[in-house]
């Protein structure tokens, strides 16, 4: 099994509706959606158009991470879901980076 596939083993939560119909995460920095511990390999899976030019993590356009598609607190989803950032793969619903990043677009927390 890749890395990949061992982290979308522990998504599912990850993979909810009010991640679905949120995307504050997505949309909160140009500087979280950076590359961690991904491979070389991982990397080479995202397409080079969504990294960023100095090769740090995902491109952005403002604070909104490219990959995202759709309207905040609405629907959105990720273009690259399956190959998307460890810290993209670690956000989860509810936890203190979603909460961060609900807070700054004035959304309630999820409890």
């Known amino acids: 099994m890749t890395d990949t596939e061992q982290q979308n083993t522990r998504d599912t939560a ?10 504050a995460c997505c949309a909160h920095s140009h500087e979280w959606p950076r590359f961690t511990l991904e491979s070389d390999d991982e990397i080479a899976r995202i397409p080079p158009a969504l990294i960023a030019a100095d090769g740090s993590g995902m ?53």
Request: glycine content about 8%.
């Open 14 to 23: 990850g993979d909810s509706d009010l991640c679905r119909s949120c995307g």
């Open 59 to 111: 491109r952005c356009d403002g604070e909104r991470c490219t990959a995202l598609a759709g309207t905040i607190n609405s629907a959105v989803s990720c273009t690259i879901y399956a190959v998307r950032p460890i810290v993209c793969r670690d956000c989860l619903p509810g936890d203190d980076a979603c909460t961060m990043a609900r807070t700054a677009r004035n959304l309630p927390p999820i409890t």
